[in-house]
C-alpha cells in the first residue's frame, strides 16, 4: 500500500522559512514525480510545485516560484519543500502527492497534508 | 495564466445524475483528472485522462471532455457522494509548465 505522510509544519512569522518533508512507502520512490499542493482553509485546491523521480527537473508555481524550493531524497524516499519568504497568504494546509510524471499526470495518493501557519 | 472555472455548487437527488462541468479555453486539447474531496478528508482521485477510473472507484463515475468543456457525471448518485469535486489540467503552454486546479464544485445530495 503507498502511504505519504507529511511532517514540518507549524506556525511562522512573515519572512520566515520553513522546510516540509513527506515520507513515502509502498512503491519504487525514485520511479515516480512528487508533487505539493495546497488547500488554504475554506478555499480550493492550489498546485505549488513538482520533482521528477531522478530530481533533475522540477516546476512551481508563479506565485511560490522564487521562494520556495523541492527537492528529494531517493535515498530515504524523502520529498521536501524549502519555503522561505513567507507570506500570510501561504497559510494552507500543504500535501505532497504521488504522480506519474512530471507534467499531463495526475496525482494520487495524497498525504493526510500538513498545515502552515504564516501569522505574526 | 490558464483558468478552469466550475460551478460552486450542484444540488441532486438520491438516485439521480449529477453533471459537474469544469471550463476552460480549448481544454478539450488537455488531458483532464477529477478529485473527490469529502469533508475533513484528503482529495481523492476518481477520474484520470478524462474518462479512466482507478481501482476501487464505482462505475458511476465518468467523464467527458471536448470543446471548452470537460464533464464529471456521477449517476444515481448516493448519499456518500456528497463532497466538493475539482478538475485539474496541466497548462504546458509556457517555459514554465503549471498545474491548475478547478475552483471546485460542491455537490449536495437531496
Known amino acids: 500500500e503507498v502511504q505519504l505522510a507529511e511532517s514540518g509544519g507549524g506556525l511562522v512569522q512573515p519572512g520566515g522559512s520553513l522546510r516540509l518533508s513527506c515520507t513515502a512507502s509502498?512503491?519504487?520512490?525514485?520511479?515516480?514525480?512528487m508533487g505539493w499542493v495546497r488547500q488554504a482553509p475554506g478555499k480550493g485546491l492550489e498546485w505549488v510545485s513538482i520533482?521528477?523521480?531522478?530530481?533533475?527537473?522540477?516546476n512551481y508555481a508563479d506565485s511560490v516560484r522564487g521562494r520556495f524550493s523541492v527537492s528529494r531524497d531517493n535515498s530515504k524516499n524523502t520529498l521536501f519543500l524549502q519555503m522561505n519568504s513567507l507570506r500570510p497568504e501561504d497559510t494552507a494546509v500543504y500535501y505532497c502527492?504521488?504522480?506519474?510524471?512530471?507534467?499531463?499526470?495526475?496525482?494520487?495518493?495524497w498525504g493526510q497534508g500538513t498545515l502552515v501557519t504564516v501569522s505574526s | 495564466s490558464y483558468e478552469l472555472t466550475q460551478p460552486p455548487s450542484v444540488s441532486v437527488a438520491p438516485g439521480k445524475t449529477a453533471r459537474i462541468t469544469c471550463g476552460g479555453n480549448?481544454?478539450?486539447?488537455?488531458?483532464v483528472h477529477w478529485y473527490q474531496q469529502k469533508p475533513g478528508q484528503v482529495p481523492v482521485l476518481v477520474i484520470f485522462?478524462?474518462?479512466d477510473r482507478p481501482s476501487g472507484i464505482p462505475e458511476r463515475f465518468s467523464g467527458s471532455n471536448s470543446g471548452n468543456t470537460a464533464t464529471l457525471t456521477i449517476s444515481r448518485v448516493e448519499a456518500g457522494d456528497e463532497a466538493d469535486y475539482y478538475c485539474?489540467?496541466?497548462?504546458?503552454?509556457?517555459?514554465?509548465?503549471?498545474?491548475?486546479f478547478g475552483t471546485g464544485t460542491k455537490v449536495t445530495v437531496l
Open positions: 485539474q489540467v496541466w497548462d504546458g503552454d509556457s517555459d514554465h509548465p503549471q498545474g491548475v
Open positions: 502527492a504521488k504522480s506519474q510524471h512530471l507534467v499531463s499526470s495526475w496525482f494520487d495518493p
Open positions: 485522462y478524462d474518462n
Open positions: 509502498g512503491f519504487t520512490f525514485n520511479k515516480y514525480a
Open positions: 520533482i521528477s523521480g531522478s530530481g533533475a527537473d522540477t
Open positions: 480549448n481544454i478539450g486539447s488537455k488531458s
